[in-house]
């Protein structure tokens, strides 16, 4: 069970808009900022928001972050195959002492 | 350009101790706190650890009475141990720069490619 909580699933078709929610508490993103991580399938994740809403550099601006109170989502407008990955939520967990994620939302694009 | 490179053994016997290094280039070791993170088969990612060549280290619970990290300023390396291993321990393990500050907070970037371990009976 993890901390933080995301839907197993999402998917849309080629040039659709699609969220992805994550829900936590006071003692994570009540408190902290949010991070997202994408992973590709085979592939290590890789940084995709920090700090709720910001792009590391080669991030394409379709993707965006937002947080309120204690979720947060991901939107990635203008999908592409490209996109099909897995999706994490993640954020600094006081009774953790430490990041705790959610179990992650796998995206097919139809 | 920051890289993180694990290294260690593929197999570990049950009730045995893993080790894992996490080799790191493009950055010294020193200004950064460094954390592990695993991924089961099939599942999410679980934070294991954090470390900072201040001594500042943070384990998560589930593991924190048979994990314990170090720091080779020399090497600039950072490692994982983990004892009594069993077969819930059988998983791939990142290494990452961990962004976070001595409260907490921050991010991971980048990440280690990852390196599979796995629990034999």
């Known amino acids: 069970q993890s901390v933080l909580t995301q839907p197993p699933s999402a998917s849309g078709t080629p040039g659709q808009r699609v969220t992805i929610s994550c829900s936590g508490s006071s003692s994570n993103i009540g408190s902290y900022t949010v991070n997202w991580y994408q992973q590709l399938p085979g592939a290590a994740p890789k940084l995709l928001f920090y700090s709720n809403d910001k792009r590391p550099s080669g991030v394409p601006d379709r993707f965006s972050g937002s947080k309120s109170g204690t979720s947060a989502s991901l939107a990635i407008s203008g999908l592409q195959s490209a996109d099909e990955a897995d999706y994490y939520c993640?954020?600094?967990?006081?009774?953790?002492?430490?990041?705790?994620f959610g179990g992650g939302t796998k995206l097919t694009v139809l | 350009q920051v890289q993180l490179q694990e290294s260690g053994p593929g197999l570990v016997k049950a009730s045995e101790t893993l080790s894992l290094t996490c080799s790191v280039s493009g950055v010294s070791i020193n200004n950064y706190y460094w954390s592990w993170i695993r991924q089961s088969a099939g599942k999410g990612l679980e934070w294991i650890g954090r470390?900072?060549?201040?001594?500042?280290?943070n384990y998560s619970p589930s593991l924190k009475s048979r994990a314990m990290m170090s720091i080779d300023t020399s090497k600039n390396q950072f490692s994982l141990r983990v004892t009594s291993m069993t077969a819930a321990d059988t998983a791939v393990y990142y290494c990452a720069r961990d962004w976070s500050s001595s409260w907490g907070g921050g991010w991971l970037d980048p990440w280690g490619q990852g390196t599979l371990v796995t629990v034999s009976s």
């Open positions: 993640a954020a600094w967990d006081d009774i953790l002492s430490g990041p705790a």
């Open positions: 470390i900072h060549i201040s001594g500042d280290t």
